[in-house]
């Protein structure tokens, strides 16, 4: 089946630097991916999205890209703030369905 | 704007009990409903999802089901709880399959 993981569970920033997290899929069926931020207690909350007929996109502070030819999509944030420590999930579209990674764990260092 | 409520947030229930979890949303009709069960370290698992009322689909067998009385609700019940039934379920909802999911806060369920 259809699977969609990070490479890093946890990773550790300091505040004001960038921040890279990796995802990779199994199958190049899905078009269009999501990524989401959990912060404890609380659901995901959708941050941004890329269409298969796109490389990149950017929103505020975060940018998207998406490699097809090595099946790998990443989540870069600028200027990481402490605020955005959470765990943070990769999701492809497969058929109707969403399937999810397991999450990386961002902290945010002082 | 969309709104998605799930209660209780919390349940401790013991082994043998009943389950009903409730999800309604608001300011959409005819939403895709999604539920979910979070496992630490694991991706969100699907449990059900529905296109409208009345239609359910059932993606892994287990001692759960779903029903969707109402266009905005979808409930997640049980009759009789498992120790296996711990965990964090989230409901979502979709305006259409190709769509971004928006989450609940979810439920966190405790079987003693």
């Known amino acids: 089946g259809e699977s969609v993981g990070l490479h890093l569970p946890t990773l550790s920033v300091q505040e004001g630097d960038n921040s890279i997290i990796n995802c990779a899929y199994s199958?190049?069926?899905?078009?269009?991916f999501i990524w989401y931020k959990q912060e404890s207690g609380k659901g995901p909350q959708f941050i941004i999205d890329?269409?298969?007929?796109?490389d990149k996109r950017q929103g505020q502070r975060v940018t998207v890209l998406l490699n097809k030819t090595v099946k790998h999509l990443s989540l870069q944030i600028a200027a990481t703030q402490p605020g955005d420590s959470a765990v943070y999930f990769c999701?492809?579209?497969?058929?109707?369905?969403?399937?999810f990674g397991p999450g990386t764990r961002l902290s945010v260092l002082p | 704007s969309q709104t998605i409520h799930q209660w209780p947030a919390t349940l401790v229930q013991p082994v043998g009990s009943p389950l009903s979890l409730e999800c309604t949303v608001e300011g959409t009709s005819n939403p895709n409903l999604y539920w979910y069960r979070q496992a630490a370290g694991r991706g969100l698992q699907l449990l059900f999802y529905?296109?409208?009322?009345?239609?359910i689909s059932s993606e892994v067998p287990q001692n759960l089901s779903a029903s969707r009385p109402q266009d905005r609700q979808f409930i997640l019940s049980s009759k009789k709880l498992l120790l296996s039934d711990s965990g964090f379920y989230l409901c979502?909802?979709?305006?259409?399959?190709?769509?971004?999911?928006?989450f609940g806060d979810g439920s966190r369920l405790s079987i003693l």
């Open positions: 999701a492809g579209l497969y058929g109707q369905n969403f399937v």
């Open positions: 979502a909802w979709n305006r259409d399959s190709n769509q971004p999911l928006h």
């Open positions: 529905s296109v409208g009322i009345g239609q």
């Open positions: 199958n190049s069926a899905s078009d269009y």
């Open positions: 890329i269409r298969s007929n796109m």
